[in-house]
């Protein structure tokens, strides 16, 4: 009888059956790989402890029955539970930064991360004068750390209604050794925020109308539908972000929120407002940006 230790032999012969496996299945690669290539290579150099970047000096090395096993349980969840990866290794990269993950919150991923590392510019022309910031819809807690490593003259006040996403946020903000620059608040929307002024609100909010959400592909079911579903057209919690912002922007603050591919939702929710639409690598309609002085007559 074949074993799979008999089977298989190498990294490379353990690769290729992975991508061959995942193309049959058309798996869907939406948090953060690409296509099946990068997934089971990410998948199998994770599982082998092996260096993320480095994977032509392994590709025929022996691999110990134990390790055969191991990759094809993982390759097994992903191809037939079709778990996103993210959820199997506990890990997410939003550019350089690594995150904590489980099925309590969304895989990270955010537009909105592209535009952190240039300070928003050029609608931030002074990082250093920017100290309250509030981030919304928190989950994981990836977007406030990332803010509070760019801005590093604010306080960060990150958001969420769900207790559990909170606990994965508090494991990721320690981890970054930022308790000090960041408070975790749980609250619904601005419910339980704290009376102050902001001079910055970003928000990756739940965008996704009831249309698309009846098509999601498989692995968005492993995912909190709380932080997914937006309403009939996407804009339930958007305006309401929109609506109390007014009163908690500083006179030059700005709201930004990302909306991923409702942008003609977002236009009919807010005809009033001239939305300006910020670019990112998937274009021109995935995040919108408010000033404060926009807001002063807005009522939703």
Request: net charge negative.
């Amino acid at each position: 009888m074949t074993t799979p230790a008999t089977t298989f032999l190498t990294l490379r012969d353990l690769l290729r059956y992975a991508v061959t496996r995942f193309n049959k299945e058309k798996l869907f690669f939406g948090h953060g790989s690409a296509n099946a290539l990068d997934e089971a290579a990410y998948l199998l150099l994770h599982t082998l402890h092996l260096p993320l970047d480095k994977i032509e000096p392994f590709l025929d090395a022996h691999l110990l029955p134990s390790e055969i096993d191991a990759v094809l349980r993982v390759i097994d969840r992903r191809a037939v539970d079709r778990v996103p990866a993210s959820y199997i290794t506990n890990e997410a990269w939003l550019g350089t930064y690594n995150f904590y993950v489980d099925e309590r919150v969304i895989v990270p991923r955010s537009f909105i991360a592209e535009l952190i590392p240039e300070h928003f510019s050029p609608w931030v022309t002074d990082p250093e004068a920017i100290s309250n910031i509030l981030e919304l819809c928190t989950g994981s807690g990836c977007l406030p750390i990332m803010l509070a490593d760019m801005f590093s003259e604010a306080h960060v006040d990150a958001v969420d209604i769900s207790k559990d996403a909170l606990e994965v946020a508090k494991r990721n903000v320690a981890t970054y050794e930022l308790q000090d620059r960041i408070t975790l608040i749980e609250s619904d929307l601005y419910s339980n925020v704290p009376n102050k002024k902001y001079d910055l609100i970003i928000t990756n909010p739940p965008y996704v109308n009831s249309g698309s959400m009846a098509k999601l592909p498989k692995e968005y079911t492993h995912e909190p539908q709380i932080a997914l579903a937006g309403g009939d057209d996407g804009m339930d919690l958007v305006r309401k972000i929109v609506a109390g912002a007014a009163q908690r922007l500083t006179e030059d603050g700005l709201l930004m929120v990302e909306i991923g591919n409702e942008r003609a939702f977002a236009e009919a929710a807010f005809p009033e407002l001239n939305l300006t639409w910020l670019s990112t690598s998937a274009g021109d309609d995935m995040v919108f940006l408010v000033e404060a002085d926009q807001l002063s007559n807005f009522t939703a």
